[in-house]
T-cell receptor, first 112, second 112 residues
Framework: KAGVTQTPRYLIKTRGQQVTLSCSPI?????VSWYQQTPGQGLQFLFE???????NKGNFPGRFSGRQFSNSRSEMNVSTLELGDSALYLC???????????FGSGTRLTVV | GESVGLHLPTLSVQEGDNSIINCAYS??????FIWYKQESGKGPQFIID?????DKRQGQRVTVLLNKTVKHLSLQIAATQPGDSAVYFC???????????FGAGTTVTVRA
């Protein structure tokens, strides 16, 4: 079956702009979570959605937001981009958010 | 705070030898543990998982051991191959939190 699909793979944005990243989970998975990966901070949890409801949120500023659609696809948005937002953004899907997390290949965001 | 950490940031292994990667965790409420492998430019790839009601689980060439008494997790890779060169992360989940907490990662390099 198809894996987790993240688009786009690469993005270059300017400080102050906003960006939207997309994630399509594995078919049948209803939980989608997002993680930020940087060399300095490692992998950090952003938020998790299940059936269009956010169930948990990490310690990130309000500039980071997300949503989930009725087909389980998810988007995350970062507004007013800062240089420090440059990172690999990873999406993971799970049937229930408890077990069996599968990651996508990520979106590499570079803020200049 | 609660966190998961790996003991060594790097590990160099001779091809054909067995590898052992260690991880300590501090959240005694963790229910579920996963090992991921991440190659350059890719998202984390699931290797093996274990639930807190088990202390050992085996896969193809890999074994995960869980010692809840000392909050320790390890990944054993048998007959290490060049394709095993990657960064390995342990992650833990308190399933009611719907999020994974990751360790810092161990970079495994396989010597020919």
């Amino acid at each position: 079956k198809a894996g987790v699909t993240q688009t786009p793979r690469y993005l270059i944005k300017t400080r102050g702009q906003q960006v939207t990243l997309s994630c399509s989970p594995i078919s049948g998975h209803r939980s989608v979570s997002w993680y930020q990966q940087t060399p300095g901070q490692g992998l950090q949890f952003l938020f998790e959605y299940f059936s269009e409801t956010q169930r948990n949120k990490g310690n990130f500023p309000g500039r980071f937001s997300g949503r989930q659609f009725s087909n389980s696809r998810s988007e995350m948005n970062v507004s007013t981009l800062e240089l420090g937002d440059s990172a690999l953004y990873l999406c993971a899907s799970s049937a229930d958010g408890a077990y069996g997390y599968t990651f996508g290949s990520g979106t590499r965001l570079t803020v200049v | 705070g609660e966190s998961v950490g790996l003991h060594l940031p790097t590990l160099s292994v001779q091809e054909g030898d067995n590898s052992i990667i260690n991880c300590a965790y501090s959240n005694s409420a963790s229910d579920y543990f996963i090992w991921y492998k991440q190659e350059s430019g890719k998202g984390p790839q699931f290797i093996i998982d274990i639930r807190s009601n088990m202390d050992k689980r085996q896969g193809q060439r890999v074994t995960v051991l869980l010692n809840k008494t000392v909050k320790h997790l390890s990944l054993q890779i048998a007959a290490t191959q060049p394709g095993d060169s990657a960064v390995y992360f342990c992650a833990e989940n308190e399933i009611s939190d719907y999020k994974l907490s990751f360790g810092a990662g161990t970079t495994v390099t396989v010597r020919a």
